[in-house]
């Protein structure tokens, strides 16, 4: 810490010769002037001190017919010296500093650790309404009040806690066991063979949907401020959001932009004949099929249909067993 001090004050490594040096530390020492490590030489000694000390020496070494010069120079000061006229530079690091420490008070980066069941599309939604999301500053984030209401909200979550890295709102998440559902697991370990029964409706007036029309909206953040570029914002039947921000060395920045896509959608109606709607009430059940019996092998299956003049109720029973 001694050299750091000594460092940031500036201080020199100087020489005196031709005169008598014991006498000359003799009244520095005698008058409280500081010099360290003072080294004899063939010529008189060398010492270190600090700048300010050293203007003074002049006087003294003059006294006792000798005089002293600078071998090196060391410290802040002198690294700062050349600067000395460019009022530029320090008023540029003042407002690095001052810019810095503005920046570290807004909320960089959400990041979500620890969710399994719950999506974190979900909690980021849940996040963004409670004043949690980039360019928002800390300040005017209530942690503790979003936790609480949190695990009011989500019945899955049994502990949540927002901690401050830096820029990052690190949201971990602790999640509920899950009970077993599933009551008579234990009693069908051994038994591979199930009876199962599907049932799927297929409507004979069906609507053809087709895209009329797509816009595109977009809006600019910087930090806490939203900027629409547009002046009227119309939504489709089908909406989609994409969100791109500025990222330096990994750190995602609160400036960005949000790209709003709107599909408009035109339907036209079309009358299924008979066979078209059998067709449609069977791909419907081979669906179903691939989604339930996914892992299962089925050795039976009994299917039957019952047709009006709007819709096709198709049933069908099977016997599977485990693969």
Known sequence: MIGLFRWMYGYVKFSFTGGF????????FSDGIEIRDVRRTDEGFVAYCNLKTYKKLHRYAFRHGGKVRIIKKRGLPIILLPLKNRIGFFVGMLAFVVIISFLSCFVWNVEIVGNDRISETSISSYLENHNLKRGVMWSSVERDAICWDMMSEFDDLSWVHINKIGTTARVEINETRLA?????????????????????VAYREQKDIAVKEIRTYKRIHFFSLDIPLYLKKETGEISQQSEKYLT????????????????FLTSSSKTLTDKELLELAERKLKYQEQEQFDGFEIINKTQKHKMDEDKCVMTSSYIIRRK
């Open 180 to 200: 077993d559902k599933d009551g008579d697991k234990d009693k069908l370990k051994g038994i591979n063979v199930f009876r199962k029964e599907l049932e799927v």
């Open 21 to 28: 040096s014991e006498n000359f530390l003799t009244e520095c």
């Open 248 to 263: 330096v060395k990994g750190i995602v920045l609160p400036i960005g932009i949000t790209e709003y896509e709107e599909r």
